[in-house]
């Protein structure tokens, strides 16, 4: 199981009110709801292993400098990603409550959480769930190898399986196709602005039309005659998207093979530093949800002392 750390704190954030506070009131509703939800994905997936994947770089370089609008709505005016005020503090108690209790939090300098996913779980030799509220993570959905998404649709209990079909259902597209949809209808909320005028009705045409992005340019590179789904209108939209269409992949496309360590993940069946943990549980007020995730995990009863 690979959790897309970030992704599940800010709907942790989002879906959990501030009026949850540590014994002296501070927010502690991220953590608080990050720990409930893990232990709720543990006792109802059963994994044999967890990863907690991290942002070290949540607007990588490489995306940057092939598409400059990447995320650019999202940079705070000091520069770093924008994060609500009671959550930035919120986010080095997590990280100190995921090492205490032994969960590997594993990250990539000059990627995003994404990108450790995708090699997590090319590397992977049994099935993957990929635990994201990013949609970006369905293409990599793969039957085949079990590999599917647990979406995160809304608060932190609402949970929806993508397989190939829930893709195919959801967007009329193959389930593999998701890269190249997202490329073509685009997504605001990465900056990403898609071919101007081409929806998901008509880039799901095309795709299912042409099989794929090189498909779909090499098709409207030898057209003489427009029709259906490459009328006369689209052909003119794909030539002017023409740079757009040539950058674009490389920000959408998350990475399979980042050089990094190799990652055990092994489930912790005791805290790693229980002493360190039974205090962060103290000052932070996260008792409770630390014992559902030791439940969870089937630590021994006096885990936190």
């Not at 199981?1 to 002296?24: H, I, K």
């Not at 190939?164 to 998701?178: F, L, N, Q, S, T």
Request: proline content about 8%.
């Amino acid at each position: 199981m690979l959790l897309d750390a970030a992704a599940l704190y800010f709907r942790a954030f989002y879906g959990v009110p501030t009026s949850v506070t540590t014994p002296d009131g501070r927010p502690i509703n991220a953590v608080r709801g990050f720990l409930d939800m893990t232990a709720r994905l543990l006792t109802a997936h059963g994994p044999d292993r967890l990863v907690a994947c991290w942002d070290d770089d949540w607007r990588p370089a490489f995306r940057i400098e092939a598409l400059p609008s990447y995320k650019a709505h999202r940079v705070a005016p000091e520069g770093g990603e924008e994060v609500p005020d009671e959550l930035g503090p919120q986010v080095p108690v997590l990280v100190e409550v995921l090492a205490a209790a032994g969960i590997d939090r594993v990250g990539a300098p000059g990627y995003e959480a994404d990108d450790v996913i995708g090699t997590l779980a090319t590397r992977a030799r049994g099935p993957v769930d990929i635990v994201t509220g990013d949609r970006d993570l369905f293409q990599l959905v793969d039957d085949e190898r079990g590999i599917r998404v647990l979406y995160t649709n809304r608060g932190i209990a609402d949970i929806e399986s993508v397989d190939e079909a829930a893709v195919a259902a959801k967007y009329g597209i193959p389930g593999r196709a998701y890269a190249d949809f997202a490329v073509l209808r685009g997504d605001p909320s990465d900056g990403l602005p898609g071919v101007a005028g081409v929806g998901a009705k008509t880039a799901a045409a095309l795709i299912n039309e042409f099989g794929d992005l090189a498909g779909i340019r090499a098709a409207a590179a030898r057209t003489v005659v427009a029709k259906p789904p490459l009328t006369a209108a689209v052909l003119k939209k794909l030539h002017a998207a023409t740079e757009y269409l040539d950058r674009a992949p490389v920000v959408v496309a998350v990475a399979k093979d980042i050089d990094m360590p190799a990652v055990e993940g092994a489930l912790p069946r005791s805290p790693a530093h229980p002493g360190a943990l039974a205090e962060l549980a103290a000052r932070h007020g996260l008792e409770s949800s630390l014992g559902r995730l030791g439940a969870a995990l089937r630590w021994p009863a006096d885990a936190l002392g």
